[in-house]
Nanobody, 125 residues
């Protein structure tokens, strides 16, 4: 059974960086795409970025592209999200999720059937 497990969330100061990890157990990256979502306090969950087998990244909002980088280590079954120049608005629970698709294009949140429990990122001085 596919399982997703996030880690790396922390309390960081504005301007800092953080790398989140998502270990995807029993998941074949050739058959699935993996995405990062986040949910800020009092707001709906939103997509951040998705990565496919060819490591092509699809960003759900143009504003996140500058400071967010997604990558994958297939040997470790791990997808990473690097967030630079953190802002208080980045405070959220970050989730990784998998969808059995070969492309991230046009995918809605409902397409992702496997979710982790989330890792908390808090940006505050």
């Amino acid at each position: 059974e596919v399982q997703m497990l996030e880690s790396g969330g922390d309390l960081v100061q504005p301007g800092g960086s953080l790398r989140l990890s998502c270990v995807a157990s029993e998941l074949n990256f050739r058959e699935y795409v993996v995405a990062w979502f986040r949910q800020a306090p009092g707001k709906e969950r939103e997509g951040v970025v998705c990565i496919n087998w060819l490591q092509r990244a699809t960003y759900y909002a143009g504003s996140v592209r500058e400071r967010h980088t997604v990558s994958r280590d297939t040997a470790k079954s791990t997808v990473y999200l690097l967030i630079n120049r953190l802002k208080p608005d980045d405070t959220a629970m970050y989730y990784c999720a998998a969808a059995r698709r070969d492309s991230c294009d046009g995918l809605r949140e409902s397409a992702f059937g496997y979710w982790g429990q989330g890792t908390q990122v808090t940006v505050s001085s």
